[in-house]
């Protein structure tokens, strides 16, 4: 996966970071609960990344 693609999956998954610590926020009002939250969805995003999610394996392997 080159840099660029890198970089715009992280932007993308900033979207989510903000939309759900704000709807957990408005939940609990727990700093807690929002680190948790955004620790797991930069645990997500490394996923993504280093290919363990979202089928890289298969979608390489077709184009070689």
């Not at 700093?31 to 490394?46: K, N, R």
């Amino acid at each position: 996966m080159d840099l660029f693609r890198k970089i715009g999956i992280g932007i993308v998954m900033i979207v989510p970071g903000f939309v759900f610590g704000g709807l957990l926020w408005s939940f609990s009002h727990s700093w807690l609960a929002i680190l948790g939250l955004e620790i797991a969805m930069v645990i997500l995003l490394w996923a993504i990344l280093s290919g363990k999610f979202g089928g890289q394996e298969g979608h390489e392997a077709a184009h070689h």
